[in-house]
């Protein structure tokens, strides 16, 4: 999960600092298209390991915020894609799309420290 979020991390710094390279989209779309499927990977080995052990789910801030982070991680780049394909609407999907992947960095942030405290 923290390879997801260093490539996250690499996506957003691609959009902010290189905007003006022809580069940039693509390496943007590839580093959070990668860094989504390992986030979601984790999800899903964390899943697999607490139905094996009998564990409770969901018992923890840090699990709360990583469940929301899990769905943060399926509908940003949907959102994303749904800007470049040119969907128009009422609603600004720029906007959108730029909130929430700046929310998920930040969340994905704090719950590492969060979870480096419980371990």
Do not use: D, E
Request: aromatic content about 16%; overall charge positive; hydrophobic content about 55%.
């Amino acid at each position: 999960m923290f390879s997801g979020f260093v490539l996250l991390c690499s996506g957003f710094i691609a959009v902010k600092f290189f905007r003006r390279k022809r580069w940039w989209l693509k390496f943007h779309k590839i580093t959070n298209v990668v860094g989504s499927f390992l986030i979601l990977t984790g999800v899903f080995a964390i899943l697999i390991y607490k139905f094996t052990i009998g564990g409770q789910h969901l018992k923890s801030p840090h699990s709360y915020i990583g469940f929301f982070i899990a769905i943060l991680t399926i509908i940003n780049p949907f959102i994303g894609f749904l800007q470049i394909k040119g969907f128009h609407s009422s609603i600004n999907i720029k906007k959108i799309h730029r909130i929430s992947g700046r929310l998920l960095i930040g969340l994905m942030a704090f719950n590492i420290i969060l979870g480096l405290f419980i371990v």
